[in-house]
């Protein structure tokens, strides 16, 4: 059968170093460029690249490098101002064929004579800068192809890879406010709606209207977005008290295919850009005493938008909640230490800069002796290693376990055989040393989180105080508080001894009784 697959859109890469760029960031982007377009399922033909102290404000680059980007795509080479009058419009077909033919003549030269001859025109004009609408317009006229600046690009390939309703929409919110403010007139009869009483005067244009409505969209999209998050929040508080890892790092540098040595998930794991953007959390396998959950994170870019990142946010508050951050690092690419930079920035803007950090340089297999040495001694506390290795996956994993360990308060409990669940629970959230059955119940030795202390000691109904193999925390029950109270002693029953005197009083009434009554007994006798 014949091969009746579409062909792929050619596209042409379009860069301007500034004078504070070098020659190898500058490659590096540019590179980069190239891989997101082939994420997108283009083939890259061509790269038109110009040295400028800024971009020019109307297309980009000088009319010379516009020229040269034009043979690429067929077009004019030239920006027009503003619409040619209507009367002029007939004519508009033979005017251009004569200026491409006087620009033919001029040029001269015969290699772009045969470079437009022998290979297919460019479609698509990809930029590695964030244009504005009328840059992106004037590139559009001067060519005649469509032109896609970076975000536009990496907003393709988001909206190609969502797959959870949470990601559509907070891709969905980060295209619209990338496509509002450049909507413009399309012409086609679409005139100013009827504004005032009986409809006189000018309304809202077409333009207008499409702008308001981007802007109800948005806002419906976020509402529905935020009660998504608050179930997400609300996961997030569950395993609040669990032991979380978050692979964070470049996009493409490893962390999925991590994600599926350590837990054992089947999560996706291509060679692409932004291969995943939904978050991800499972348990390290196999699971040990102490409980860990690995979370994958969607990975980062340089000039990555703002508005991607606003929209991300609450997946990226994933790595802002967790306990640890594993930095994974494609050490096979040159320019891994301006990812490990973006990375960084990331991170510190989602508020995730006092996290622990651990930085794991992925793929040392395609690295030779000499790298890896030159790697240890640039970067002493990283570590070296690579997904694809059993040996490093085991270390890594052990290392996590011993980490989260690190902070463990070991004590004694006894649980009565009529709560026996509290020693599932022991199981399930703690790690137990031992486990001994007695005649009142179940004796267990345990290290713990004081949250997880905390619960037992609530379950069991047992007071707040420290773990039971700490002698001193027994002793301490008395404590020497009762002393001061004991000194105060004497001072209340000095308190106590004058109220014995005041009670004397009627024994003083009844003698002057006795007296009255003796007094009158005399008087009866005379």
Request: charge should be positive; glycine fraction near 8%; charged fraction near 35%.
């Amino acid at each position: 059968m014949a091969d009746v697959s579409r062909p792929r859109p050619r596209a042409v890469l379009l860069g301007v170093q500034l004078s504070n760029v070098d020659d190898g960031p500058f490659g590096s982007s540019l590179d980069e460029l190239a891989r997101l377009g082939k994420t997108l399922g283009m083939e890259v033909v061509g790269r038109v690249t110009q040295k400028r102290p800024r971009l020019d404000p109307g297309a980009v680059v000088g009319e010379g490098k516009l020229k040269e980007l034009a043979d690429w795509t067929g077009g004019s080479g030239r920006v027009h101002v503003g619409p040619p009058p209507r009367t002029e419009r007939k004519d508009e077909g033979k005017e251009e064929e004569e200026e491409e033919r006087d620009d033919l003549d001029s040029s001269g030269s015969d290699e772009s004579k045969s470079r437009d001859d022998s290979k297919p025109r460019a479609s698509v004009v990809l930029v590695d800068h964030d244009l504005t609408p009328s840059q992106a317009r004037n590139l559009e006229r001067a060519t005649g192809a469509e032109v896609l600046d970076r975000s536009a690009v990496i907003l393709a390939i988001f909206q190609r890879h969502a797959r959870s309703r949470e990601a559509r929409l907070q891709v969905e919110i980060a295209r619209l406010n990338y496509v509002a403010p450049r909507l413009r007139e399309t012409g086609g009869g679409r005139d100013r709606e009827g504004g005032g009483i009986g409809g006189r005067g000018a309304g809202e244009s077409a333009s207008e209207l499409d702008r308001r409505k981007v802007r109800d969209r948005i806002a419906e999209l976020r509402e529905e977005l935020a009660a998504i998050e608050r179930e997400s929040g609300t996961r997030r508080k569950r395993r609040s008290d669990q032991n979380t890892v978050a692979l964070v790092g470049y996009t493409n540098a490893g962390k999925s295919s991590w994600m599926r040595a350590l837990t054992g998930s089947g999560v996706r794991v291509e060679d692409k850009l932004f291969a995943t953007l939904d978050t991800t959390v499972r348990a390290l396998h196999p699971e040990s005493a102490t409980r860990v959950l690995v979370s994958d994170t969607v990975g980062f870019i340089s000039n990555l938008p703002h508005d991607l990142v606003a929209s991300f946010r609450s997946t990226l508050d994933e790595a802002r909640d967790s306990h640890l951050l594993v930095q994974v690092v494609d050490a096979s690419d040159a320019a891994f230490p301006a990812q490990i930079e973006v990375t960084r920035e990331v991170l510190d803007s989602i508020g995730a800069s006092e996290n622990p950090r651990w930085l794991l340089f992925n793929k040392a297999d395609r690295l030779d002796a000499e790298t890896r040495a030159r790697l240890a001694r640039e970067w002493p506390d990283a570590r070296i290693c690579s997904a694809k290795d059993p040996a490093d996956v085991a270390a890594l994993r052990e290392s996590l376990v011993t980490f989260f360990e690190r902070d463990l308060e070991e004590g004694t409990i006894t649980v009565p055989y009529a709560q026996q669940r509290w020693v599932a629970e022991a199981h399930s959230h703690a790690r137990v040393v031992s486990e001994e059955h007695g005649e009142t119940g179940t004796r267990l030795v345990v290290r713990a989180t004081p949250a997880v202390w905390a619960r037992l000691r609530a379950g069991l109904g047992v007071t707040a105080k420290p773990p039971a193999t700490k002698p001193e925390a027994k002793v301490e029950a008395p404590k020497v508080v009762a002393a001061p109270k004991k000194k105060s002693a004497p001072k209340k029953s000095a308190a106590t001894a004058k109220k014995p005197a005041a009670k004397k009083k009627p024994a003083a009434k009844k003698t002057a009784a006795k007296k009255k009554s003796a007094g009158r007994a005399r008087k009866t006798k005379r």
